[in-house]
């Protein structure tokens, strides 16, 4: 038998040949972000949202006239057509409204907290009460200037789990 003829070893052959292996899978990043963080964020968003809207709303409801033409303006003809001029624009002062009493309550009491507390609630007219919620955590020492003010007020807090509040 010559050397081309003699038989290669089966574990020869095998070693031979390229092994084949998939790569290992890379470790999954572990997420770092914070979901408390992230919901606290957005807490923030939306109590800075609420806020302004309470301001646009404000405005909105404090406008004292509205233009209104008095009768429908045309574009101005050439003297020689032979036309009446139309009316100007009129400026019509629309009625301020006079606050129910329970807006006036609502403002008064409103009026009552510095503005850092104030910022920190929600007032609300209820029936006949003025409803004060936090919008935010407020701690013990926000919550026991709050309470002193609410109490000085003729209000209460009414403790309900989740619905607790203030009342005047």
Request: hydrophobic share 35%.
């Amino acid at each position: 038998m010559s050397n081309e003829e003699q038989e290669i070893p089966s574990s020869w052959a095998q070693e031979s040949q390229p092994k084949q292996t998939t790569p290992p899978t890379p470790p999954r990043p572990k997420p770092e972000v914070d979901i408390f963080k992230k919901l606290d964020r957005i807490i923030e968003s939306l109590d800075v949202l609420a806020h302004e809207l309470n301001r646009i709303a404000d405005f909105l409801t404090g406008t004292q006239g509205i233009v209104v033409p008095s009768k429908p303006v045309a574009p101005p003809l050439p003297p020689s057509a032979g036309t009446t001029p139309v009316e100007k624009e009129t400026t019509v002062p629309t009625p301020i409204p006079t606050p129910s009493p329970s807006q006036a309550k609502l403002k008064k009491v409103q009026e009552a907290f510095p503005s850092e507390l104030a910022e920190l609630l929600y007032f609300n007219v209820e029936k006949d009460w003025v409803i004060i919620k936090p919008r935010q955590y407020l701690g013990s020492e926000n919550f026991a200037k709050i309470a002193s003010v609410v109490r000085n007020l003729g209000g209460e807090y009414v403790s309900a789990g989740k619905e607790s509040h203030f009342r005047v």
